[in-house]
């Protein structure tokens, strides 16, 4: 049965095939603004690191950061970048990390071992040039308890030795060059050192009232209101069916008093 999983991995595992990526810098910069609204300074600067890493045809030396307060739509700006690179995002949150395991897998040895979540998340979407956004990177260090793993990330998003990603679960190197890392932090100044060095901190300030008017207009109310309408599109059909159910009974009440031999 090992020898089975460990043979499915690596046949399900992509190698080659990749997401068909949108490369035309005005296209992306459309999607983004139809995605998200405001931080214009943000957007712009997210938009020459794509340029670059487009026209020099490999990733960029250090891996973008977006910080800001909770809730300032660092997540929904990542999925505007994937949506406008037409590539799949797949999601780590890293303030949950306990253990080097969770990205670097388990060793065959162990019972029920399985390749690390980054590899997981690579087989689900199957390609190798995903985005892969990188929650809470500034939680990493903030446990006592907790081990440091900040030198295993930077194995992994680290372009310059990421072509040879170990998993100790595959027992032999992968390549996360293609893969586009993005990560988030609510505050950049708990962001460990070692990572920090490797990291271009994009900031999302704070909304003026009149962008907080248009956003609930333009994003949150339409999504709201879509929610609320299949709400009660779902209403209508149960309350139909219920219907239809009583009326059934009722039948079948009929067929049982004339003696139809229904029991």
């Known amino acids: 049965t090992e020898i089975r999983n460990y043979i499915d991995w690596l046949i399900h ?12 810098a ?6 983004l603004d139809s995605q998200f609204y405001a931080q214009k300074r943000a957007k712009d600067r997210v938009c020459e690191y794509l340029a670059v890493m487009h026209r020099t045809g490999r990733p960029a030396p250090n891996v973008l950061c977006l910080t800001g307060a909770s809730g300032i739509g660092k997540t929904q700006l990542a999925k505007g970048i994937a949506k406008g ?15 080097e395991g969770v990205l670097k897998g388990n060793r065959r040895t162990f019972p029920g071992a399985m390749p690390g979540r980054l590899l997981r998340q690579l087989r689900a979407v199957e390609v190798i040039n995903p985005i892969c956004l990188l929650e809470d990177v500034d939680r990493l260090g903030t446990e006592v308890n907790r081990p440091d793993l900040s030198a295993i ?9 990421n072509h040879e990603f170990w998993d100790y679960y595959l027992e032999f190197p992968y390549d996360l060059s293609k893969v586009l890392f993005i990560c988030t932090a609510t505050d950049p100044e708990s962001v460990p050192e070692m990572l920090g060095e490797h990291l271009e901190f994009v900031e ?21 209101l879509a929610l609320q309408q299949a709400r009660a599109a779902h209403d209508r059909q149960t309350q139909a069916l219920r219907g239809l159910q009583h009326r059934h009974r009722f039948a079948i009440h009929r067929l049982v008093r004339k003696g139809a031999g229904l029991r």
């Not at 595992?13 to 490369?23: D, L, N, Q, S, V």
């Not at 005005?26 to 999607?31: H, K, N, P, T, V």
């Not at 990330?153 to 030795?161: A, K, P, R, V």
């Open 13 to 24: 595992i992509p190698w080659t095939a990749k997401a068909h990526e949108r490369t035309d």
């Open 26 to 31: 005005d296209e992306i910069r459309r999607m």
């Open 85 to 99: 690179l037409r590539r799949p995002l797949i999601t780590l949150n890293l303030g949950l990390l306990r253990s």
């Open 153 to 161: 990330l930077l194995e992994t998003i680290d372009s310059e030795i």
């Open 204 to 224: 999302l300030p704070g909304y003026l009232l009149e962008e907080k008017i248009e956003i609930t207009f333009k994003h949150l109310w339409p999504r709201q």
